[in-house]
Antibody
Framework: QVQLQESGPGLVKPSGTLSLTCAVS?????????WSWVRQPPGKGLEWIGE???????NHNPSLRSRVIISVDTSNNQFSLTLISVTAADTALYYC????????????WGQGTRVAVSS | QSALTQPASVYGSPGQSITLSCTGT?????????VSWYQQHPGKAPKLMIY???NRPSGVSDRFSGSKSGNTASLTISGLQAEDEADYYC???????????????FGTGTKVTVL
């Protein structure tokens, strides 16, 4: 069974950098799958952040593209999200997930990790 | 690109059938057969219920079915059960005119209440 687990600081200061990691088990990060990040602000809907696959090809939401970096760590079977210059609007529950192809629905999701942007 | 439009709430009684709608444009829902539906219970991660308009992943009840007509996709839940009470989100592949922008978009979400 594929499992994903997000980790990272729960609080980030405004204008700072948000860094999250997603540990994958039950599947290899080196497989042909795409590894994605989705977030959900409190009481609101889902927003796709972006995705990456082994070779480093990535896709990002244009609304966040200039602030987002997604990377893969094959040695630890995990992938990461970095979001720079954060504001209160970036406060959300952040999920990592797996999809079979790019821009595709995710079939396995992590439990999510809450990140608050506040001074 | 904008979020796909879903009704905020849908209500139904146990045993009834309900249909949730998801309206987009020819750049997403109408242009591609890549509509998916997720179920999200409070405090839980989304669960994929339907992909490619009408396909069910293994393990998903056949009470859930999907369809599409023009720019609107639909999710029908038959034989409504208490456990179906949750938020439902549609999603789709979006490509802008001339392909300058490609993104995965979600709907605004529908809260299903079982009366």
């Amino acid at each position: 069974q594929v499992q994903l687990q997000e980790s990272g600081p729960g609080l980030v200061k405004p204008s700072g950098t948000l860094s999250l990691t997603c540990a994958v088990s039950g599947d290899s990060i080196s497989s042909s799958n795409w590894w994605s990040w989705v977030r959900q602000p409190p009481g609101k809907g889902l927003e796709w952040i972006g995705e990456i696959e082994l070779s480093g090809r990535s896709n990002h939401n244009p609304s966040l593209r200039s602030r987002v970096i997604i990377s893969v760590d094959t040695s630890n079977n995990q992938f990461s999200l970095t979001l720079i210059s954060v504001t209160a609007a970036d406060t959300a529950l952040y999920y990592c997930a797996r999809a079979k192809t790019p821009f595709a629905p995710a079939d396995f999701w992590g439990q999510g990790t809450r990140v608050a942007v506040s001074s | 690109q904008s979020a796909l439009t879903q009704p905020a709430s849908v209500y139904g009684s146990p045993g009834q059938s309900i249909t949730l709608s998801c309206t987009g444009t020819s750049n997403d829902v109408g242009g591609y057969n890549y509509v998916s539906w997720y179920q999200q219970h409070p405090g839980k991660a989304p669960k994929l219920m339907i992909y490619h308009v009408s396909n069910r992943p293994s393990g998903v009840s056949d009470r859930f079915s999907g369809s599409k007509s023009g720019n609107t996709a639909s999710l029908t839940i038959s034989g409504l059960q208490a456990e179906d009470e949750a938020d439902y989100y549609c999603s789709s592949f979006f490509r802008s005119y001339k392909g300058s922008s490609t993104v995965y978009v979600f709907g605004t979400g529908t809260k299903v209440t079982v009366l």
